[in-house]
């Protein structure tokens, strides 16, 4: 049967080895339900090699005829990955998973396919029976020559690593996954890859292994758009506020508009001043349209120029002037809004409607107030934060009770509990606040979001991510509460739920250094660090002078088996090992290395026990490092900590995490481990998102 696309022999070539289908031969009833669901799946019949009798054993015994080569001209190549399968004497792994990726790196599609929604595909989809370890996976990697992504059919329980069948319960599965719906998601995932193939041949497969980068980068959406930051032409630049609080709201207004994708504010920031051409602003974010103004204020009178362009043409789509006065300035912001709606003509909902007219502060003057605040809050030094803050108040004098406002009230005693300032006091006072804003809006994201933030510094991840998913309901498309929501998933463990936000995330907001670094973390807690590793260091690499990424690039060295390229790297790197938390567990893996215990315990001052003891991720590196050491008490102690604050990842820490394996044996932790797993088990998020 031919393939569907010419001058291709198969859709779909399936490589394995023999002895993973010996027995109750899992790798034939795999093919069977493949195609079974492939049928539900495309309207046209789908062509599948698989030899029943594959060639196996030692490489010098067999050679590569030009018949495999033929089939080997396909579409999508399904390698069954199993312990075995990763092997330098598998004729499977040298002369079909190798070969392919050769032949189809030089076809006329390459290796890479960008799909209709803009991601991009490899045409190598991995299917995993087993969890392998890291030198397995580099094996695969290096033939690939980048992360090896896939769909996992892997039945797991303590001890047991096989793979899924269709008889098992999901519900006794720690990966909490299905056969039939493993299966429907290859079938959906080879759908959308021969879909990419047979309207788009791209060049994208071409590119270099060296070239990617560690978060992939999407390709452009259609309808998709930045708003610069305004041009501040005042006789006074200190009116540049408004300028940022006009972008803002633009960026707010189109962002509730499901049909366009736009970029958040923090990625638009990094623009302002920038001489970079439109094309070239375009293409850094993956976007099509731009938007581009210019704001005068003088005292009570506005003059306001807006222009849309098409970034493929540099074409000028729409263009306007507006003038008024400070009154004005909502209905100025919302024809902005509207123009450009109409202009690339997206069609809106009612709901949508109303959310552009919505106006939280209809106080123009109050919302003066609130929009002068925000650059005061965020700056971490007394004295903004206290100017912003009588801002604030002033809003309030104007407008009366407003949940907005007090909710930025909120944040603004937070913040001085992340500047160290009176924190014991100033974190009632956010609690106070948004209560008071809780009272007039129960649903208000952004009391929720500081809710979120209070209760994780506290220790008490569980209310934490509750208050976090109701702020991310309320804003679903607000990135710095996504990209929060998606570390507290994944420390959880619900790494797919995480593995979303935080596509959604490099989406809307792809400038934002976090995404590396999360994007890691979440193949950390997930146990696949040899996947996490990439992307870690390129979070280093983006800035290197952060105590955060410091610790991650070292702690992610060693558990790929680079402990001492990691020691010598905290050597050279942290020179002020006080400066904060990071740099502080820094120093302590530095220490555990080496196994330098006198130099460990002077690192353990009361304060340095108090500090960790209410971070429960802290805590629980603590206890892994003491494990590493083989101080089974002191490591059960601190681990007990974590959990008791809210760190209940299961499969994390009762299988994954290799650091472990000194304390899984002691009654102390199995009794530990049942606890963790009724919490996990009936956590709500969880419940929510993993089953």
Not at 186 to 204: C, H, V
Not at 261 to 277: D, E, H, N, P, Q
Not at 375 to 401: F, M
Request: charged share 25%.
């Amino acid at each position: 049967m031919a393939s569907l696309i010419q001058g291709y022999e198969y859709d779909i070539f399936v490589s394995y080895r023999q002895k993973d289908n010996k027995g109750d031969r899992w790798v034939s009833e795999f093919i069977e339900a493949l195609k079974i669901e492939l049928d539900k799946t495309f309207k046209e019949e789908i062509s599948v090699y698989f030899d029943v009798n594959p060639h196996d054993g030692l490489l010098e015994t067999h050679d590569v005829t030009a018949s495999l080569n033929e089939k080997l001209k396909c579409l999508v190549f399904i390698p069954i990955v199993s312990r075995t399968y990763c092997d330098p004497k598998s004729f499977a792994l040298e002369h079909e998973f190798k070969a392919f990726v050769e032949l189809a790196s030089r076809d006329q599609f390459g290796l890479k396919i960008r799909l209709h929604d803009g991601n991009v595909a490899n045409r190598v989809l991995p299917v995993y029976i087993h969890d392998l370890d890291n030198a397995d996976f580099r094996l695969c990697e290096s033939v690939l020559g980048g992360v090896l992504r896939g769909v996992e059919f892997i039945y797991k329980e303590p001890g047991v690593n096989r793979p899924l069948t269709r008889l098992d319960n999901e519900k006794k599965n720690l990966n909490g996954t299905k056969y039939l719906n493993q299966m429907n998601r290859i079938a959906n995932a080879i759908e959308d890859i021969i879909s990419g193939m047979r309207t788009e041949p791209g060049d994208y497969g071409n590119l270099p292994a060296e070239g990617m980068p560690a978060v992939e980068k999407t390709y452009t959406q259609e309808k998709s758009i930045i708003v610069l930051p305004f041009e501040n032409i005042s006789p006074d630049p200190d009116q540049e506020y408004f300028s940022e609080g006009l972008t803002d709201e633009v960026i707010s207004d189109l962002s509730h508009i499901p049909d366009l994708l736009v970029i958040s504010r923090s990625s638009a920031m990094t623009f302002r001043g920038s001489r970079s051409t439109i094309k070239e602003i375009a293409e850094k974010v993956n976007v099509r349209y731009v938007l581009e103004g210019s704001v005068r204020k003088a005292s009570n009178n506005l003059r306001i120029t807006a222009q849309l362009i098409d970034s493929v043409n540099d074409s000028h789509i729409w263009a306007d002037k507006y003038t008024g006065t400070l009154e004005d300035v909502f209905d100025i912001q919302e024809k902005v809004s509207q123009s450009i709606v109409n202009a690339l003509k997206i069609k809106l909902s009612s709901r949508e409607r109303e959310k552009i007219h919505e106006r939280p502060i209809d106080n123009v003057f109050a919302y003066d107030c609130y929009k002068r605040a925000y650059s005061g809050i965020i700056s971490y030094r007394k004295e903004r934060i206290d100017y912003g803050l009588n801002l604030l108040q002033k809003g309030l004098d104007i407008a009366g009770e407003n949940a907005v406002i007090y909710a930025g009230m909120a944040f603004a005693y937070f913040q001085y509990v992340n500047a160290g300032i009176d924190q014991e006091k100033n974190i009632k006072k956010a609690e106070e606040y948004a209560q008071k804003a809780f009272n007039l809006d129960p649903e208000l994201a952004k009391a929720h979001f500081v809710m979120g933030c209070i209760y994780a510094l506290n220790g008490n991840l569980g209310k934490a991510m509750d208050h976090a998913t109701r702020a991310l309901a309320g804003k679903p498309e607000d990135p710095e509460i996504m990209i929060w929501v998606a570390l507290g998933y994944s420390i959880f463990g619900a790494n797919e739920a995480a593995k979303s936000l935080i596509s959604r995330c490099i989406k809307i907001d792809p400038l934002n250094p976090l995404n590396d670094s999360f994007a890691g973390r979440n193949y950390f807690f997930g146990g696949k660090f040899h996947l996490a590793l990439d992307p870690l260091l390129a979070a280093y690499n983006l800035t290197p002078e952060s105590g955060m990424n410091q610790f991650w690039k070292a702690l992610i060295l060693v558990y790929n088996d680079r402990a001492g390229e990691a020691y010598e790297f905290i050597c050279e790197s942290v020179k002020d090992p006080g400066r904060d938390t990071w740099t502080q567990l820094t120093m302590f893996l530095k220490y555990v290395i080496k196994r330098d215990k006198d130099n460990l315990n002077s690192l353990l001052t009361p304060d340095f026990i108090k500090t960790h003891k209410t971070n429960p991720q802290n805590s629980y590196n603590i206890a892994a490092f003491y494990s590493y050491l083989d101080e089974k008490e002191k490591s059960l102690e601190w681990l007990e900590n974590a959990v008791d604050h809210g760190f209940i990842n299961y499969p994390f820490l009762n299988e994954y995490d290799p650091f472990l394996e000194n304390i899984r044996g002691e009654e102390r932790f199995k009794i530990l481990m049942k606890r963790v797993k009724h919490e996990w088990g009936r956590y709500e998020v969880l419940k929510r998102i993993i089953r």
